[in-house]
């Protein structure tokens, strides 16, 4: 996946992809951690690849 500069500047950056994976709990979303090919560091994306999201409705609190 090609990340784009403009993605890259304003996404979180993570270390590790496990510090990636420990941030994403703490979102009511599902994310995945992506490792980045402009940074090398990791991103979150809500988006999966070649995998289509069931529209499941996520309670909001
Ligand atoms: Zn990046």
Known sequence: ????LSTCRRKARYA???EAE???LRF?????PYRCDRCFAFHLTSRTKGKRNPSIPHPIP
């Not at 996946?1 to 784009?4: E, G, I, S």
Request: hydrophobic share 45%.
């Open 1 to 4: 996946m090609r990340t784009k």
């Open 16 to 18: 590790t992809e496990g």
């Open 22 to 24: 420990a941030a994403a």
């Open 28 to 32: 009511a979303l599902p994310l995945y």
